[in-house]
């Protein structure tokens, strides 16, 4: 019979594994336009994105960043992360760890498309649920980030966290989570173009 004892002591090794997307797994051309008074001012790649503070009028269009089709065919794998994704996946399905996704971006418009992508590179996809940050609004992409992570902190299931992302602001706030949660792993990992990480501390 499964003991008590041991449904904690199976739940305190589970763990999980979030990925970022742009610039993290792939290398993407998308831009987030910056509209005022019905005009586009600015075209900002994913990094200028994370950075870039509306002003006064000022509004996002997020059109690129949800179409499947430039996400697609422009997009670029990053070798060492996609081998990372795979091999960290496999070895989650067989201790009852979890693998997911969580990009500041909204929801696609062609779900199969956007799919296709990850499955081309041999990333069992079917596997990684897609947490889109965007869906949660306008506002900076750290935030919208922190609300999900606490979702998933908040269900009290995983002793261990990791991070693998190319924005230092998205890592920082991940690790400010231990305040909250002292009895999580937390760790985090700063993504290169080139595929390697640094544990960030």
Same mark, same amino acid.
Do not use: H
């Given at each position: 019979m499964f003991s008590l004892r041991q449904y904690i002591e199976e739940q305190a090794t589970k763990g999980l594994t979030i990925f970022d997307i742009d610039e993290t797994?792939?290398? $993407?051309k998308a831009k987030v336009k910056v509209i005022k008074n019905g005009e586009t =001012?600015?075209?900002? $790649?994913?990094?200028?994105?994370?950075? &870039?503070?509306?002003?006064? @009028?000022?509004? #996002?269009? #997020? @059109?690129?960043?949800?179409?499947a089709e430039v996400f697609y065919k422009t997009s670029t794998p990053i070798g060492?992360?996609? *081998?990372?994704?795979k091999a960290i996946l496999r070895n989650a399905t067989k201790r009852g760890s979890r693998v997911i996704i969580v990009t500041a971006r909204p929801n696609f418009d062609n779900r199969d498309l956007f799919l296709k992508t990850f499955r081309e590179q041999g990333i069992?996809?079917?596997?990684? &649920? =897609?947490?889109?940050? @965007?869906?949660? *609004?306008s506002g900076p992409a750290a935030d919208n980030k922190k609300v999900i992570f606490k979702k998933y902190l908040d269900q009290n299931i995983y002793a261990r966290m990791r991070l693998f992302d190319d924005d230092m602001k998205n890592l920082k706030m991940f690790l400010g989570l231990k305040k909250e949660y002292p009895d999580v792993n937390f760790e985090a990992f700063l993504a290169n173009p080139d595929g390697r990480v640094r544990k960030v501390n």
């Open positions: 797994m792939f290398k $993407t =001012i600015k075209s900002l $790649t994913n990094q200028e994105f994370n950075k &870039y503070k509306l002003k006064s @009028g000022e509004k #996002f269009d #997020f @059109g690129e960043f949800r179409s060492k992360m996609i *081998g990372k994704v069992d996809i079917d596997k990684i &649920y =897609i947490e889109r940050a @965007g869906n949660l *609004g």
